[in-house]
């Protein structure tokens, strides 16, 4: 059976930006902001590949931050079992927030052009914050009893990270051309394909 070309694109461009995460995470290229916060480029990854590589990026990408993270961020600051119990939810709240932002993006991309795609994305993002927020406390709480984290200490620490990742985030997708910052993991119909590309112009006059 012949393996259509956006699983092949979704699974190689997962594993580049997850590779990309480990060896980030393995040079220390990070910045303690507080006792709670730790900034690196792995979340700027991690964003970009669920917009253009779907659900199947995300996944593999995701999977390269949070094994570099354990071993070399969260690998004996709790007890095991506990540590890996709390990688396990670090990955789970990342892929549900994550979500929102592959199929997100993916909606904002089939109906708005440059620059209102970019006020979209600034709302997709806000959700994936909000969602990963929530979920990160919640599965925190139960990988590590005691720790007691907040939502309001996870709000407050993860403000200037939101909005830098926005930021970049969204100067990249900008920056990309027209071909390459559509959703890479689906085929879109011809007709949406065509609206997409072509000038404002041309689509008034065609409808």
Do not use: C
């Not at 995470?25 to 970009?48: C, H, K, M, R, Y």
């Not at 779907?54 to 969260?74: A, C, H, R």
């Not at 904002?108 to 795609?117: F, I, V």
């Not at 806000?126 to 929530?134: A, E, Q």
């Amino acid at each position: 059976m012949k393996v259509k070309r956006t699983l092949w694109i979704s699974v190689v461009g997962g594993l580049v930006l997850g590779a990309l995460s480990f060896i980030s995470t393995l040079a220390n290229l990070t910045i303690q902001i507080s006792g709670d916060l730790i900034l690196g480029p792995w979340e700027i990854f991690n964003v970009i590949s669920a917009a253009l590589f779907g659900p199947i990026g995300l996944l593999i990408t995701e999977l390269g931050l949070d094994v570099s993270g354990y071993l070399y961020l969260v690998k004996g600051v709790y007890p095991a079992p506990q540590d890996s119990y709390f990688m396990i939810g670090n990955y789970l709240a990342h892929i549900g927030a994550m979500l929102f932002v592959a199929f997100g993006y993916r909606y904002l991309y089939q109906r708005w052009k440059m620059p209102r795609l970019l006020a979209g994305w600034l709302l997709v993002m806000g959700i994936y914050y909000v969602v990963g927020i929530i979920l990160s406390v919640l599965l925190h709480n139960l990988a590590v009893p005691g720790l007691g984290a907040t939502l309001a200490a996870y709000f407050r620490n993860v403000r200037l990270e939101f909005a830098i990742v926005t930021i970049i985030t969204a100067l990249i997708l900008l920056a990309l051309p027209k071909r390459y910052r559509r959703p890479q993991w689906y085929e879109p119909s011809q007709t949406l394909a065509a609206k997409n590309e072509a000038p404002a112009g041309e689509i008034r006059n065609a409808a």
